[in-house]
């Protein structure tokens, strides 16, 4: 057997309660968020439903604000990715392309699979194909893409110039006035049946 | 229409949003940034080595799930520590083995089971209310989901990261990568979902 011989690192319980633990609630987040839910992604990207989209903006806007906070007393722990402009964007369109078709992700996929979905389950399949894919086809494409246009680990404000703290303050307060003003209202007609 | 409506999300927009957002608060705090895609590699990489033979030798010489050479010139060796020998290779630290990050992934999963199952709405389903509404049946959606979920991961991996990485961890760091990323990913999610779902269903508000 194979099974027995795969090394699963260190397996003990204080190693994985943390994992475990914050995997739990993203996976129960994005299942109640109905970010998990591939009608309202769908929604979403047809401009018909809006749910997905303000629960997105609330997601990156909260975690801009409380990761800055965590900047300022030391506790971030950051993992910039570099910016590798072409496969950066060809990549973010090959995504889309999928996340447009299937109304998954890798992360909602899986999600959605473990509530039931038998699709999202044949896409978490077509996810593996794609892993695969990209590995073999890496030493012939990548690194001669990634050339191209590579900015490396840059960071918004040191590439525009402006202190973090202003470009938070201002992404998160226009977002969130924007977020006020688009708020959905309850229609009149609910308001007399309530 | 007399179709299937579109249900409610079982929180409202907000408080889903909140939620999401502590949470990788919380990650970022703990470790390191949520992120999602590189999992789908590990495990194929993990996998390979205990397949041996000629899987094991792809991918433990992969450029980047590889086994990583310490050194390749004695120059380099003697100014990086006492042990370090030329040719020596050690085990790829990211992709040799199954980590943090990839509990964290297995903590999704049976996080949001749980959560479809104590809301009420774990169901067996095949499609969705979008994909029947456009006409389309199950046969269709589990082969466009296949061909999907292809896209997705081979996209995620050369983007450096999915909705997870690149969008919600790339934001909350302010990586210059999330702008050309976001808006390469809406752009070709709003045109994909233009064309393979053409008509609306009703949506409950």
């Not at chain 2, 466009?144 to 969008?167: D, E, M, N, P």
Request: net charge positive; glycine share 14%; charged share 15%.
């Amino acid at each position: 057997m194979y099974v027995a011989a795969i090394d699963f690192g260190t397996l003990d319980v204080a190693t994985l309660a943390l994992p475990l633990s914050i995997g739990g609630l993203f996976g129960a987040a994005l299942y109640l968020s109905g970010l998990a839910d591939p009608d309202k992604i769908i929604g979403t990207l047809r401009l018909k439903d809006f749910h997905a989209m303000r629960t997105i903006a609330v997601f990156v806007l909260v975690g801009m604000a409380g990761t800055w906070v965590l900047g300022l007393t030391g506790q971030a722990n950051l993992d910039v990715k570099p910016l590798t402009l072409l496969t950066v964007l060809a990549g973010g369109a090959l995504l889309g392309l999928g996340f447009g078709m299937t109304g998954y992700c890798p992360g909602t996929g899986l999600a959605c699979a473990a509530a039931g979905r038998f699709d999202a389950l044949i896409t978490v399949v077509g996810m593996f194909g794609g892993a695969l894919v990209y590995l073999l086809i890496y030493p012939y494409v990548v690194p001669a893409m990634e050339g191209v246009a590579d900015y490396g680990k840059a960071r918004m404000p040191e590439t525009f110039g402006v202190d973090a703290q202003w470009l938070v303050l201002g992404i998160v307060g226009v977002g969130t006035l924007l977020l006020w003003i688009t708020k959905p209202r309850k229609k009149a007609a609910d308001e007399l049946a309530a | 229409m007399d179709g299937p409506k579109v249900r409610k999300a079982p929180v409202v927009w907000w408080a889903g949003g909140l939620l999401l957002g502590l949470t990788l608060v919380l990650a970022i705090t703990v470790k390191k940034p949520l992120g999602v895609s590189t999992q789908f590699v590990v495990a194929e990489s993990v996998a390979m080595r205990e397949m041996g033979g000629k899987y094991a030798e792809f991918a433990t010489n992969h450029p980047v799930i590889g086994d990583k050479k310490q050194a390749t010139t004695q120059a380099a060796a003697t100014q990086q520590a006492a042990t370090t020998q030329v040719g020596k290779t050690v085990p790829n630290k990211k992709y040799g083995k199954l980590g943090y990050s990839f509990w964290l992934v297995v903590g999704m999963i049976g996080g949001a089971f749980l959560a479809a199952v104590f809301s009420g709405r774990w169901r067996l389903s095949v499609s969705t209310v979008w994909w029947a509404a456009s006409g389309r049946g199950a046969f269709s959606r589990l082969l466009f989901g296949f061909v999907g979920g292809v896209l997705i991961l081979l996209g995620a991996r050369l983007a450096h990261g999915c909705t997870s990485g690149q969008l919600a961890s790339g934001w909350a760091q302010l990586s210059l990568s999330a702008g050309p990323f976001t808006v390469a990913l809406f752009a070709f999610g709003m045109l994909a979902a233009r064309i393979f779902y053409p008509k609306v269903p009703e949506i409950e508000r």
